[in-house]
């Protein structure tokens, strides 16, 4: 059960940073792993996998909240 949640909030987390949020760019941290699709969810879910479980709970709960928000908001601008 471990390993799902680490890898649900790698994939989170990285949908969020990457693709709705665009972090790197607005940080200028526009470097490997940070703008890779791929790496960042392997390094991320390298790092939750040493973490305690809690840890990977709230990277779930807080980034798919953020993502459940731009979709509707998303879904809301094109009515």
Do not use: D, W
Not at 2 to 22: G, H, N, P
Not at 25 to 52: G, Q, S
Not at 71 to 78: A, C, E, F, G, K
């Amino acid at each position: 059960m471990e390993m799902i949640k680490v890898l649900i909030a790698s994939v989170v987390f990285s949908l969020y940073f990457i693709t709705f949020a665009q972090l790197h760019i607005k940080f200028k941290l526009n470097f490997k792993p940070l703008n890779c699709e791929v790496c960042l969810p392997f390094y991320v879910a390298l790092i939750l996998l040493f973490c305690p479980e809690i840890v990977s709970e709230i990277v779930i709960v807080l980034f798919s909240g953020g993502i459940i928000a731009a979709l509707i908001s998303r879904l809301i601008s094109r009515l």
